[in-house]
C-alpha cells in the first residue's frame, strides 16, 4: 500500500536472497496481493518496485519455513517527478538523448535512474525519492555544459527543468603516411576540455 495505507494500482515485488544476488523470485498479482510460489525455505530480502511511487526502505528481510507467509505489508510514498525538454543553445530539439539521474543527498546517495528524450525532445521519469538529483544528458548533438544540471525534489513534486546542450561541431580530415598516402584503419580519439573522449575509426 502507499503511505496512506491504500493499494497501489501497479508494482512489482521482488524476493532476493542474501548473498545470492543473480538469484530472484518474481511475484505475481492475484486478488490484490502479490503471490510467490513453490519457495524454499530461506531468508529473503524483498525488492519493491511501484510506478510513480517511491520506496520506503529499508524493508525488514522475510523468513519462510515450511509454512505459507501471508499478510505482509510494504509502504512506499508518493515519489516526485521530473520533466522537460532536452534542446541546444541555438533552439533544435534533441531526440533520443539519454538522461541519468544521480542522487547527491541522502544515505542511498547514488544511481537513481534513466530516461530517454523523445522525438519532441520532452522527457519525464518520475517515482523519485525527495532529495537533490545531479542530471547528465548524453548525446552526439549537443554537449552539457560544465556545470551540469542539479534539481531538488520535494515529496510528490514535478519539477520542470530543461536540458540545454552546447551545439556541437564536426571535425573532418584525413590520416596520411610521411608519403602523403592514405592510411586506413586508423583509431582517432579526440579529448575535450571538460573530459569527454570522442572516437572514430579512419
Given at each position: 500500500?502507499?503511505g496512506?495505507?491504500?493499494?497501489?494500482?501497479?508494482g512489482t515485488?521482488i524476493?532476493?536472497?542474501?548473498g545470492?544476488?543473480?538469484?530472484?523470485?518474481?511475484?505475481a498479482?492475484?486478488?490484490?496481493w502479490w503471490?510467490?510460489?513453490s519457495?524454499?525455505p530461506?531468508t529473503?530480502q524483498?525488492a519493491i518496485?511501484?510506478t510513480?511511487?517511491?520506496?520506503?526502505?529499508p524493508?525488514?528481510?522475510i523468513v519462510?519455513?515450511?509454512?505459507?507467509v501471508?499478510?505482509?505489508?510494504?509502504e512506499?510514498?508518493?515519489g516526485?517527478?521530473?520533466?522537460g525538454?532536452v534542446?541546444?543553445?541555438?533552439g533544435?530539439?534533441?531526440d533520443?538523448a539519454?538522461i541519468?539521474?544521480?542522487?547527491?543527498?541522502?544515505n542511498?546517495?547514488?544511481f537513481a535512474?534513466v530516461a530517454?528524450?523523445?522525438?519532441?525532445?520532452h522527457?519525464e521519469?518520475?517515482?523519485l525519492k525527495?532529495g537533490t538529483y545531479?542530471l547528465?544528458?548524453?548525446?552526439?548533438?549537443?554537449?552539457e555544459?560544465a556545470?551540469g544540471?542539479s534539481?531538488t525534489?520535494?515529496?510528490?513534486a514535478?519539477v520542470e527543468?530543461d536540458?540545454?546542450l552546447?551545439?556541437t561541431?564536426t571535425?573532418?580530415?584525413?590520416?596520411?603516411?610521411s608519403?602523403?598516402?592514405p592510411?586506413?584503419?586508423?583509431?582517432?580519439?579526440v579529448a575535450?576540455?571538460?573530459?569527454?573522449?570522442?572516437?572514430?575509426?579512419?
Open positions: 500500500p502507499s496512506q495505507g491504500s493499494p497501489v494500482p501497479d515485488v524476493l532476493r536472497q542474501p545470492h544476488p543473480d538469484d530472484s523470485i518474481e511475484t498479482r492475484r486478488d490484490g503471490v510467490a510460489e519457495v524454499r530461506g529473503y524483498p518496485y511501484c510513480d511511487y517511491a520506496r520506503r526502505e524493508y525488514a528481510p519462510v519455513g515450511n509454512e505459507d501471508t499478510g505482509l505489508q510494504w512506499v510514498e508518493p516526485a517527478r521530473i520533466r525538454k534542446v541546444t543553445r541555438s533544435d530539439v534533441i533520443g539519454e541519468y539521474l544521480r542522487r547527491v543527498t541522502g542511498d546517495a547514488g535512474g530517454y528524450s523523445k522525438r519532441d525532445g522527457f521519469t518520475g517515482g525527495p545531479q547528465t544528458a548524453r548525446s552526439d548533438r549537443g554537449v555544459p556545470e544540471v534539481v525534489l520535494a515529496e510528490g514535478t527543468r536540458l540545454v552546447d551545439d561541431g571535425l573532418a580530415g584525413t590520416v596520411v603516411d608519403a602523403g598516402a592510411v586506413p584503419g586508423v583509431s582517432i580519439f575535450g576540455s571538460r573530459g569527454s573522449m570522442f572516437s572514430s575509426n579512419a
